[in-house]
Structure formats: C-alpha cells, structure tokens
C-alpha cells in the first residue's frame, strides 16, 4: 500500500494494487473514519483536479458520513 496524500485529523488517500482508497475522519465526540474506494469517475477528478479535489471529496464524506456509508469498506 502507498500513501498519496496525508492531512492529519482529516484523510488518508492510499494506492494500493492499482487502486484508490480514501480514509476520512468523521465524528466530533465520537472519531470514528470511513474507507471508500474512489470509483472511476472519483479517479479521473483526482488525476486532472489533483489534492484539491480529494480536500472537498474527503470534506463532504466528513460532513455527512452517512451519505457514505453504504461504501464504506472498513480498513484497507
């Protein structure tokens, strides 16, 4: 497994045979984080948007965890 970008206290992005994961801190009381896979459309913004795009992407998984949650792979 690589990392790619690390923000401490906010996400994670790793590579790992080929393919992306993001690992969000969620919570405020309770930290607990979400791993998702980045799908295709989510890996093409990445490439051509670059860390400014996984900042609103881990952003919006921190904000509304639930939102996320049916993706939602554990650990990587």
Request: net charge negative; with cysteine.
């Amino acid at each position: 497994m690589n990392t790619l970008l690390s923000k401490s206290w906010q996400y994670t992005l790793y590579e790992k045979e080929g393919n992306l994961f993001l690992e969000v801190v969620c919570g405020t009381v309770a930290v607990f984080t979400i791993t998702i896979q980045l799908n295709e459309e989510e890996k093409e913004n990445y490439t051509s948007i670059g860390e400014s795009y996984i900042d609103v992407l881990a952003s919006e998984i921190a904000y509304s965890p639930n939102g996320f949650e049916d993706r939602n792979i554990g650990s990587v």
